[in-house]
């Protein structure tokens, strides 16, 4: 039984030195994922501006067509 929860405490104390190892691996997350929103917000206003200047140029072709 003593060795029981001898094997618990250690898995216990690997545990907790591993997890304490890496407390600092979501910030890492999270400044990827600020990089990733800040990428798409710019490709859509992007996306927007040349959308809306190219159909303003395509609709002011004159194809000599009378509705």
Do not use: C, Y
């Not at 618990?8 to 890496?22: D, E, F, N, Q, S």
């Not at 798409?40 to 002011?60: K, N, R």
Request: glycine share 8%; aromatic share 2%; charged share 20%.
């Amino acid at each position: 039984m003593l060795h029981m929860f001898r094997l618990g405490a250690a898995l216990a104390r690997a545990l907790h030195r591993r997890t304490r190892a890496r407390g600092d691996a979501g910030e890492q997350t999270t400044g990827f994922i600020l990089i990733v929103a800040l990428a798409v917000s710019i490709a859509l206003t992007v996306g927007a501006i040349l959308t809306s200047t190219l159909t303003d140029a395509a609709e002011s072709i004159d194809l000599g067509i009378e509705p």
